[in-house]
């Protein structure tokens, strides 16, 4: 069985940037140990893959798009009309989708290790993003539990207001080490250090 290793394990030490970054203001880290699924559903089907969805989820899938509500353990995150974010902080997180949601009303595509995971928290979070993200990350504008897919240093991504001062990036693993290079690289005037 294969063993699912981080994109940022062997990057870290041997003289490159610290797995984590802290400071007064600011603290960069890599989030481990939780699953992701994109779940996507067949139009003709789609009341049904709803209903079955939130009986998975164990509430009513969020309305507006780029949007994530959490119950429970799980975090569901629309992404588009007919696509989902299925975000567990469990290894068996997944399980009810398996067992509720047919092929004939969807398709289930696991990415936990086709993405990384960053956390990005503090007074200084915002500010730091803003240096290399196009939105108005303005706390009115871009509110706790909204996301954008959206740009950070030419690479794609997914970008979540998970609190008042945090925020979380979802990036492709191929990317992982030049993101991290450019988000600590963009800290260093906030003052900080290895944690």
Avoid: N
């Avoid at 481990?32 to 009986?55: I, S, V």
């Avoid at 994530?68 to 009309?81: D, E, K, P």
């Avoid at 092929?103 to 995971?117: H, I, K, P």
């Amino acid at each position: 069985m294969f063993e699912s290793r981080s994109a940022l394990a062997a990057y870290a030490g041997a003289g490159r940037k610290p797995a984590a970054v802290e400071g007064p203001q600011l603290r960069i880290a890599e989030i481990r140990g939780w699953q992701l699924a994109q779940l996507t559903a067949w139009r003709a089907a789609r009341e049904e893959f709803t209903r079955r969805l939130a009986a998975a989820f164990g509430a009513a899938p969020p309305e507006q798009l780029c949007h994530g509500i959490t119950h429970g353990a799980v975090r569901l995150v629309r992404l588009t009309r007919d696509q989902y974010w299925w975000v567990s902080a469990e290894a068996a997180g997944m399980e009810p989708l398996r067992s509720t949601l047919p092929g004939t009303c969807g398709a289930l595509t696991e990415l936990t290790d086709a993405r990384v995971r960053l956390g990005v928290s503090g007074s200084g979070a915002r500010e730091l993003l803003s240096a290399g993200i196009a939105l108005d990350l303005h706390p009115a504008v871009f509110i706790v539990g909204q996301g954008a897919q959206t740009g950070l240093h030419h690479t794609g991504i997914f970008l979540e207001r998970v609190a008042e001062d945090g925020y979380e990036l979802y990036v492709p693993r191929t990317f992982a080490a030049t993101i991290w290079e450019f988000l600590v690289d963009a800290a260093l005037p906030h003052g900080v250090k290895p944690a």
